[in-house]
């Protein structure tokens, strides 16, 4: 299905409108996405080999900000980009299932995960009554947050690839990497 070409989709400052929500904007643009889509016929394992470990911060477009294109490679996120079990978990199906070999980890500036602390799940807890399993995996030094993330990819014994693996930070207001060299 598709809608007419000339109906705008609606704007983001339409979508606290009631009956014009925002999940809607997305399947109208899917919609567009998908009546000039042609299936490349590729495979499911990456071209390039790589696999991307980024924050989810919605400023950081991985597949502009490096120079890659559909099938290119695996982008795994999640708050902060840090490698929880969770990550490895991807990055070990990612190499022994589709063929990955390589590493980039993007941590960012003005990361969220910046202003917070494990006080967090305390936080939680004193409003809902449970604190989460899970680690907030706040951090104050960005540098050294990539550090221990390539030093948590270099040590997991379930990934065969460890060699190539390498951190940086995403300047958001640059649009630059900066490599964040392991000590
Ligand atoms: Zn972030």
Redesign the pocket.
């Known amino acids: 299905m598709s809608i007419p070409a000339a109906e705008p989709l609606p704007t983001a400052a339409d979508s606290d409108t009631p009956g014009n929500h925002v999940i809607d904007r997305l399947v109208a643009a899917n919609s567009v996405y998908a009546d000039t889509f042609t299936d490349p016929g590729m495979g499911a394992a990456p071209v390039l080999r790589v696999a991307v470990v980024a924050?989810?911060?919605a400023r950081l477009d991985l597949h502009e900000a490096l120079g890659l294109e559909l099938g290119d490679c695996h982008t795994i996120r999640n708050?902060?980009?840090v490698v929880t079990d969770d990550i490895i978990r991807s990055l070990t199906i990612s190499q022994r299932a589709l063929g990955t070999r390589s590493v980039a980890l993007i941590?960012?500036t003005g990361?969220?995960?910046l202003d917070l602390t494990e006080d967090f799940r305390y936080e939680l807890e004193a409003e809902v009554g449970q604190r989460p399993a899970w680690a907030v995996e706040a951090f104050r030094d960005l540098d050294q947050d990539v550090r221990q993330s390539i030093q948590r990819v270099r040590t997991s014994p379930f990934l065969p690839h460890r060699d190539d693996v390498r951190g940086f930070v995403f300047d958001v207001h640059t649009g630059l990497l900066r490599e964040v060299l392991p000590r």
């Open positions: 924050c989810m911060d708050a902060g980009g941590h960012h990361c969220g995960l």
